[in-house]
């Protein structure tokens, strides 16, 4: 059945008329689009808030900051994912494009409102905190010690677990998780955050490296934001959707003359 999770709808009810066609389909991306705002939105007010706060103290705040961001993630793909899949995350959005999962229209769209949730929620932040807490307006960064390539290096791969995660549990048919998707993929950014917070900031989101690097004027080593998580989207979409989502023959059994195979669970899902 087709779901938010992809872009293979089915309007039902629609008139012939291509204009009626048109708007309908024109009506769906919108109602996904302002879904996709929200939740980056949130993303960024939460995720980059809680960078703000715990600014000031030394160290100790790296726990705060990744519950704030798994814990915004698990709620808003909880709330939003059955309408457009709870990306929030251009890395994520580009992992079902190249796997053909969501329309080249689509994907645009919800970058253009992932980009334009992290700039407005960043701006709000701005006007919010005083300036001597203000900062950088929690934008990643490469912590001391770590070269930019090492940096690079670890937002590919931590992109590629989330990922990794987003399409075994919310895209794969076979999977008995979706209903708890969000925790999964929550769970996965706080675990990331955990691990590499201190190290690069573990944006594993361009989004969420554009708003407050816009609005902050901090652009130092911004590419590792870019192509390290865009990177780890691709390779993450395209291994799981290659090793578990393209179709495979069930094995044969018996001699080959037969012809006779043996079904596999998931199998049907997957014709």
Sequence with gaps: MPTALDDRRVFTGASSDPLSSLHARMEDVF??????FVGTFALIFVGAGAVLIVAPSTGAGNLDVAF???????????????????????????????????SPVVAGAYWIVQFGGAVVAAALLKWIFPSDLQGNLGSPAVGPGFETEAALIIEAILTFFLVWVVFATAADPRGTFKSIAGLAIGLTITLDVLMAGPI??????????????????????????????????????????????????????????????EPRPGDTALS
């Design 31 to 36: 109602r996904r689009a302002v879904a996709e």
């Design 68 to 102: 704030a961001n798994g814990l915004v993630i698990a709620v808003m793909v909880s709330a939003v994912g059955h309408i457009s899949g709870g990306h929030f995350n251009p890395a994520v959005t580009l992992g079902f494009l190249v796997t053909g999962r969501l």
């Design 200 to 261: 690069t900031g573990a944006a594993m989101n361009p989004a969420r490296a554009f708003g407050p690097e816009l609005l902050s004027g901090d652009w130092d080593n911004f590419w590792i934001w870019y192509i390290g998580p865009f990177a780890g989207g691709i390779l993450g979409a395209l291994a799981y959707e290659w090793l578990y989502l393209r179709p495979v023959k069930p094995p044969v059994v018996g001699p080959p003359e037969t012809g006779v195979v």
